[in-house]
């Protein structure tokens, strides 16, 4: 099993920044070859936001490339996703996963319960 955290969600206004952090543990999470984030509104589909593979290797949406980065401690146990220059359109539930079978497919083995983000025009 893999436990995921997400933190540092909040309210922001448009053009600024926010770093949300997922902590990770649990005794299958040096099986799982990918993390990333994820997020999501009622009324739009879930979006892949970000990844990054074990071997360090990330991925980026083009909605926030440029804008977002994703990074991960050396132990894997916390991934970050900062964010910058913040749109009313990035306004979502926030949610951290882990994928036992990589990085590819829209469904992932282990996730979070999400953080909050919310951006104001």
């Known amino acids: 099993q893999v436990r995921l955290v997400e933190s540092g969600g909040g309210s922001v206004q448009a053009g600024g920044s926010l770093r949300l952090s997922c902590a990770a543990s649990?005794?299958?999470?040096?099986?799982?070859?990918?993390m990333g984030w994820f997020r999501q509104t009622p009324t739009k589909p879930r979006e892949r936001v970000a990844h990054?593979?074990?071997?360090?290797?990330?991925s980026l949406a083009d909605s926030v490339k440029g804008r977002f980065t994703i990074s991960q401690d050396n132990d894997r146990r916390t991934l970050y996703l900062q964010m910058h220059s913040l749109k009313p359109e990035d306004t979502a539930m926030y949610y951290c996963?882990?994928?036992?079978?990589?990085?590819?497919?829209?469904?992932?083995?282990?996730w979070g319960q999400g953080t909050q983000v919310t951006v104001s025009s």
């Open positions: 996963a882990a994928n036992w079978a990589g990085c590819k497919g829209p469904e992932w083995d282990y």
């Open positions: 649990g005794e299958d999470l040096s099986d799982t070859r990918c």
């Open positions: 990054i593979a074990r071997d360090g290797s990330t």
